[in-house]
């Protein structure tokens, strides 16, 4: 007789086939897998959290996934997850208020209709960096929400005196797996710039692009595909770099450069690469974007690293749950890396390249002594209140106001006329209203101190000096008395503003 072949029921081709056969008892009766239990309704109600750093180096489902299992493990047989947080792309050193998916789970303890009892975690160094769970253990106690945490296999007791000095050892353990990694990426990043002038990624300096040069010198990297790349010299920008430089070695300001960049209308770094400069408007070139082109050495063909650093600081000392601001800030030229040989092909000599650092277009006296402005910060401008800049002209110091326009902007925005004076005029005026001699042009600035008078100047070079009431006549001025505001308020001073 033979074999009869069970025919598939229609209910049963569905997605989850293998599922349903697993559950069914084999020939001697056993069952292929245990049935899963029901949770259990009165069991606790578990948020779990979660996080993953790159997303460029690791999977959110794998990450996520076993991070959970971890956390279902804990709590198997006393409750069930109904919650999830997970953040994606954020350092265990960005506090919790700072993570998204962290600060909404924060904001949903304060919450009475939560639908969670407890929180766990599917790794305490995933979740938690140096003392941050000691400044978040108040906040869980405040609205009686438990942690739940795989190294303690379950609720964190923070009368425990073994719960916290574990948590205590695992916060500066997580402190030093994140420091030991720095540091060591920190001096492999600075021995394959010296020795191989490796490109290490980050946008490309103004006048250069990014070519490939073939596999990656690390044979795992290559042997996923990745390959290595290198500075080119870009035919649209590159001849813009030089006449830079040419026109720096020449004598030229860096205002001067500027302004004709400008009125040329040659396109700004920002402008080119909008891609990659999406912090940046792209209207046009400034002062200091001349500048750092002009002081990068890069230019000579050598790979430099190290310029900057970043500054990690707490934001608020009284409170270290606010966490960590991160400023950037350039380093000491001792401190940056550069290649022994050259690594790419160079947009400037290194000679023309010291001496463009070199290069001085202000104006100085016939001495070569610096210039020494008795004025600076004691005159302001008539027409727009700003404070009189100290500027060097025909051998002579002098005080102008261009009403915030600068030197780098091209000409056309209808603006008034600048506002002039020669220091010589402006000691004599000033020692004429003061009633003493100009022949001591120190003495005459003493006075003017001493006396607190307000000097202001009209286009043309005519100063204005007006004496500032003293604190004694405006606390006697009757109107003072009923005023609600300080009287200091409406006083200018002869300094600053």
């Not at 261009?402 to 600048?418: K, Q």
Request: charge should be positive; charged fraction near 25%; proline fraction near 8%.
């Amino acid at each position: 007789m033979g074999r009869v072949l069970m025919q598939y029921a229609p209910e049963l081709n569905g997605p989850d086939l293998l599922g349903w056969w697993l559950q069914q008892p084999d020939r001697r009766g056993r069952l292929r897998a245990r049935r899963p239990t029901p949770p259990d309704p009165v069991g606790i109600r578990f948020a779990f959290y979660g996080r993953m750093s790159t997303r460029e180096f690791q999977d959110r489902l794998s990450s996520a996934r076993w991070q959970r299992d971890f956390a279902e493990e804990v709590i198997d047989g006393r409750g069930v997850i109904v919650a999830e947080f997970f953040d994606v792309g954020y350092s265990r050193q960005v506090p919790w208020p700072r993570r998204p998916q962290a600060a909404r789970l924060l904001a949903a303890l304060a919450d009475p209709g939560r639908r969670f009892d407890a929180v766990v975690v599917g790794e305490f160094e995933r979740a938690f960096y140096g003392n941050q769970f000691r400044d978040l253990a108040p906040l869980f106690k405040l609205y009686g929400v438990q942690l739940w945490l795989p190294e303690l296999n379950g609720p964190v007791d923070t009368g425990n005196e073994h719960h916290l000095s574990l948590l205590a050892l695992l916060g500066v353990h997580s402190k030093r797996e994140v420091q030991r990694s720095r540091f060591r990426a920190k001096a492999a990043m600075c021995a394959q710039v010296i020795e191989q002038g490796r490109h290490l990624g980050g946008r490309p300096p103004y006048g250069y692009r990014l070519v490939a040069v073939g596999p990656h010198p690390n044979p795992a990297h290559a042997k996923w595909g990745r390959v290595a790349h290198r500075l080119e010299p870009d035919p649209s920008t590159a001849p813009h770099v030089q006449w830079m430089f040419a026109q720096r070695l020449s004598g030229r300001s860096v205002a001067g450069i500027t302004r004709d960049l400008n009125h040329r209308r040659v396109p700004c770094p920002s402008s080119v690469d909008p891609g990659r400069n999406p912090h940046r408007s792209g209207a046009g070139w400034t002062l200091r974007t001349v500048a750092s082109i002009l002081a990068n050495p890069r230019y000579t063909g050598r790979q430099v690293w190290n310029r900057q650093h970043t500054d990690r600081g707490p934001l608020d000392a009284a409170d270290d749950l606010l966490g960590q601001s991160e400023v950037r800030r350039w380093n000491l030229m001792q401190q940056w890396v550069i290649s022994r040989d050259i690594a790419h092909p160079p947009l400037v000599s290194e000679h023309d390249f010291v001496a463009a650092q070199q290069a001085n277009a202000r104006p100085a006296p016939a001495d070569n002594e610096s210039g020494r402005y008795l004025l600076t910060g004691l005159i302001r401008c008539q027409e727009c209140d700003r404070i009189l800049d100290a500027h060097w002209v025909n051998k002579h110091a002098a005080y102008r106001c261009r009403h915030g326009h600068r030197s780098s902007t091209a000409d056309g925005m209808a603006r008034p006329r600048n506002v002039y004076i020669h220091e010589a005029k402006a000691i004599k005026q000033v020692a004429q209203w003061l009633g003493i001699p100009a022949a001591d042009p120190n003495a005459v600035v003493a006075a003017l101190l001493e006396h607190d008078v307000h000097v202001t100047c009209a286009i043309g070079g005519t100063l204005t000096i007006t004496k500032v009431p003293t604190w004694s006549a405006i606390h006697d001025h009757p109107r003072s008395r009923t005023s609600a505001e300080s009287p200091l308020a409406t006083v200018k001073t002869t300094r600053g503003g």
